[in-house]
């Protein structure tokens, strides 16, 4: 237990980053293009006061978003009316913005005004499918019970989602499958699905010619663009919420719209995008730093090299003693490695969410997730190579008088030495490749440019992610087998 409390010390210290100067303001966005642009308007905007400001792009959904919030891990995001009564406050009489408002300050979070436009939910799919098969609204597609019907992750679960919308309009169909939101134009224009859901601002509405289909029974309620924050905010930074009053009411539907096309499909940053806005509409000068792709490999190297090791480290420390009581004491053994093996079994992403209302969102989770996941390779092979050593070989050490210790440190570690070293290299290769799925709870890493490729639909950034991850796996199996050249002795490596 000591060496546990030790390791998980260890990763809280190396994950705390360094202090600052003065209130930094964390602005939150969701994993879709619209969220991302308002997000870096909110950054700019604060910059452009002298706040100090982080953004944290991309953070998953909403429960992601809203449970960081209330944990101070950021400050302030976009979000909207209806997400907010239906999917925060689901199950709650809040008939107008006021009573919202209430809802929210009991849990010490203050809502702006309206941005300007409202960006409901819909229902679409191809203008020339819909004419074909006569449908316009929602409800006639109770006469197509052979559609195929993809939906948004997030959607299918929603009180405002699937559930609601098919016990509102008593839809028959059963073939419904959830994927990425992004993902289901592409479905929709292959062919492989004909009705999805759409966000009324989508730029993919008139790009890939949809129908949006009337809403006839007025299932979604207003989706009002607006930010909300932290209530301590205004105390900590109130030249902050100064600087984010100025987008209320400034951004129509229309333009945002033109901004989500900008960036989705003219593939401008949506920092730049961002930019343009604030300059065009309020003429505020706004310097936009990125670097180029050498920059964000290079970041995105370092946070994942961090992620990997502190988790690797963390792991060694506690399973190759536990791989020494699991090759000592079987029984208890048994236990050991029946838990790591159920721990294995866990899909990742339903970790990582596990962990967020512990120890919030960023690196924290995401390396206390790997760490648990390295267990046990490294516990299995290390009781297995201690437990392989021939019985003489024990019987010999006794006879020289070596003490317990002494046997395990001179003799039996070093011959279990190439079993216990497979197993790091391993849980190490394992870490590499699923060290991606951090991304999505704002940790960094290569699975960053892979989120933000499949969003906007752009192998190039998917690629940068996805090879120099396959790469660095590739060069870490290499590192251990060296070092196991190098540590082990040859005869002991045959």
């Given at each position: 237990?000591?060496?546990?409390?030790?390791?998980?010390?260890?990763?809280?210290?190396?994950?705390?980053?360094?202090?600052?100067?003065?209130?930094?303001?964390?602005?939150?966005?969701?994993?879709?293009?619209?969220?991302?642009?308002?997000?870096?308007?909110?950054?700019?905007?604060?910059?452009?006061?002298?706040?100090?400001?982080?953004?944290?792009?991309?953070?998953?959904?909403?429960?992601?978003?809203?449970?960081?919030?209330?944990?101070?891990?950021?400050?302030?995001?976009?979000?909207?009316?209806?997400?907010?009564?239906?999917?925060?406050?689901?199950?709650?009489?809040?008939?107008?913005?006021?009573?919202?408002?209430?809802?929210?300050?009991?849990?010490?979070?203050?809502?702006?005004?309206?941005?300007?436009?409202?960006?409901?939910?819909?229902?679409?799919?191809?203008?020339?499918?819909?004419?074909?098969?006569?449908?316009?609204?929602?409800?006639?597609?109770?006469?197509?019970?052979?559609?195929?019907?993809?939906?948004?992750?997030?959607?299918?679960?929603?009180?405002?989602?699937?559930?609601?919308?098919?016990?509102?309009?008593?839809?028959?169909?059963?073939?419904?499958?959830?994927?990425?939101?992004?993902?289901?134009?592409?479905?929709?224009?292959?062919?492989?699905?004909?009705?999805?859901?759409?966000?009324?601002?989508?730029?993919?509405?008139?790009?890939?010619?949809?129908?949006?289909?009337?809403?006839?029974?007025?299932?979604?309620?207003?989706?009002?663009?607006?930010?909300?924050?932290?209530?301590?905010?205004?105390?900590?930074?109130?030249?902050?919420?100064?600087?984010?009053?100025?987008?209320?009411?400034?951004?129509?539907?229309?333009?945002?719209?033109?901004?989500?096309?900008?960036?989705?499909?003219?593939?401008?940053?949506?920092?730049?995008?961002?930019?343009?806005?604030?300059?065009?509409?309020?003429?505020?000068?706004?310097?936009?730093?990125?670097?180029?792709?050498?920059?964000?490999?290079?970041?995105?190297?370092?946070?994942?090299?961090?992620?990997?090791?502190?988790?690797?480290?963390?792991?060694?420390?506690?399973?190759?003693?536990?791989?020494?009581?699991?090759?000592?004491?079987?029984?208890?053994?048994?236990?050991?490695?029946?838990?790591?093996?159920?721990?294995?079994?866990?899909?990742?992403?339903?970790?990582?969410?596990?962990?967020?209302?512990l120890l919030g969102i960023g690196s924290r989770p995401a390396i206390v997730a790997l760490f648990l996941y390295s267990l046990l390779p490294i516990i299995r092979n290390t009781a297995a190579g201690l437990s392989g050593i021939p019985p003489e070989v024990r019987?010999?050490?006794?006879?020289?008088?070596?003490?317990?210790?002494?046997?395990?440190?001179?003799?039996?570690?070093?011959?279990?030495?190439?079993?216990?070293?497979?197993?790091?290299?391993?849980?190490?290769?394992?870490?590499?490749?699923?060290?991606?799925?951090?991304?999505?709870?704002?940790?960094?890493?290569?699975?960053?440019?892979?989120?933000?490729?499949?969003?906007?639909?752009?192998?190039?950034?998917?690629?940068?992610?996805?090879?120099?991850?396959?790469?660095?796996?590739?060069?870490?199996?290499?590192?251990?087998?060296?070092?196991?050249?190098?540590?082990?002795?040859?005869?002991?490596?045959?």
């Amino acid at each position: 237990m000591r060496v546990l409390a030790a390791c998980l010390l260890l990763v809280f210290a190396a994950c705390s980053g360094p202090g600052g100067d003065g209130p930094t303001v964390r602005v939150g966005s969701k994993k879709f293009t619209e969220s991302v642009i308002l997000g870096d308007m909110a950054a700019q905007l604060m910059r452009g006061s002298g706040v100090r400001v982080e953004h944290r792009r991309e953070v998953g959904g909403t429960q992601v978003l809203w449970q960081a919030l209330k944990r101070g891990d950021i400050d302030v995001y976009p979000e909207y009316t209806g997400t907010l009564r239906q999917e925060i406050f689901a199950g709650r009489s809040l008939p107008d913005d006021e009573a919202l408002r209430q809802a929210l300050a009991a849990e010490g979070v203050i809502m702006g005004t309206s941005l300007g436009f409202n960006d409901t939910y819909a229902v679409g799919m191809k203008e020339a499918e819909a004419e074909r098969l006569g449908i316009r609204k929602i409800s006639d597609l109770r006469q197509h019970p052979e559609l195929r019907l993809g939906f948004s992750n997030e959607f299918m679960a929603r009180a405002d989602g699937w559930p609601g919308l098919r016990t509102r309009y008593s839809l028959p169909q059963t073939e419904v499958r959830g994927l990425d939101h992004d993902l289901a134009y592409r479905g929709l224009e292959s062919g492989a699905l004909q009705v999805t859901d759409l966000y009324s601002t989508d730029a993919e509405i008139a790009y890939y010619h949809l129908r949006v289909l009337e809403d006839d029974l007025r299932h979604f309620p207003p989706y009002d663009a607006v930010f909300i924050h932290r209530a301590d905010l205004a105390e900590r930074a109130p030249e902050a919420l100064a600087a984010l009053g100025r987008l209320e009411g400034r951004v129509s539907e229309s333009a945002m719209v033109a901004l989500n096309a900008e960036a989705k499909l003219e593939r401008v940053p949506e920092r730049q995008v961002a930019a343009g806005f604030l300059s065009r509409e309020m003429g505020l000068t706004v310097k936009v730093r990125g670097g180029g792709v050498l920059a964000g490999l290079w970041s995105h190297t370092r946070e994942h090299l961090f992620l990997v090791g502190v988790s690797l480290l963390a792991a060694i420390l506690v399973a190759v003693p536990l791989g020494v009581l699991a090759a000592r004491r079987p029984r208890l053994g048994r236990g050991v490695l029946g838990l790591a093996s159920v721990i294995q079994t866990v899909p990742s992403l339903a970790l990582l969410v596990f962990m967020i209302p512990l120890l919030g969102i960023g690196s924290r989770p995401a390396i206390v997730a790997l760490f648990l996941y390295s267990l046990l390779p490294i516990i299995r092979n290390t009781a297995a190579g201690l437990s392989g050593i021939p019985p003489e070989v024990r019987e010999s050490a006794v006879a020289l008088g070596l003490p317990p210790g002494a046997r395990l440190w001179r003799v039996e570690l070093p011959m279990a030495a190439p079993s216990i070293l497979a197993g790091i290299q391993t849980s190490a290769v394992i870490n590499v490749g699923t060290a991606t799925l951090g991304a999505l709870i704002g940790a960094g890493g290569y699975g960053q440019p892979i989120l933000t490729g499949i969003r906007l639909d752009d192998t190039s950034l998917i690629l940068q992610g996805a090879v120099p991850a396959a790469v660095l796996a590739l060069l870490v199996s290499g590192l251990f087998g060296l070092v196991e050249r190098l540590v082990v002795p040859k005869g002991l490596r045959l």
